[in-house]
């Protein structure tokens, strides 16, 4: 059985940093694409980033490049999300998915889902 745990969500001040964990269990994830995705209220789920696990191929989408950065950790099979200079617009919920296209950024190419875990930035 699948699953990916998100964890490291919270509140913190604009400008600020944070770092959401993914936690993946359950199959070999080592040809999959590991994304994070995020939706704000009355907004629908969007596209952030994404890795390719086996190559480390990483995209963004454009309003997070240069203040978020998406890493991973083979070993351990985690998925980090280091989030900086946070802004009030970045306050959602955030999903990390995982999915055996080589790239995706569309919430339907995604098979596997976690619960998400809350970010909200205060101005």
């Known amino acids: 059985q699948v699953q990916l745990v998100e964890s490291g969500g919270g509140l913190v001040q604009a400008g600020g940093s944070l770092r959401l964990s993914c936690a993946a269990s359950?199959?070999?994830?080592?040809?999959?694409?590991m994304g994070w995705f995020r939706q704000a209220p009355g907004k629908e789920r969007e596209f952030v980033t994404a890795?390719?696990?086996?190559?480390?191929?990483?995209y963004y989408a454009d309003s997070v490049k240069g203040r978020f950065t998406i890493s991973s950790d083979n070993a351990k099979n985690m998925i980090y999300l280091q989030m900086n200079s946070l802004k009030p617009e970045d306050t959602a919920v955030y999903y990390c998915?995982?999915?055996?296209?080589?790239?995706?950024?569309?919430?339907?190419?995604?098979?596997?889902w976690g619960q998400g875990t809350q970010v909200t930035v205060s101005s």
């Open positions: 998915a995982a999915t055996s296209i080589a790239y995706a950024n569309v919430p339907g190419h995604y098979e596997y």
């Open positions: 359950g199959r070999t994830f080592s040809r999959y694409t």
């Open positions: 890795i390719s696990w086996s190559a480390g191929k990483t």
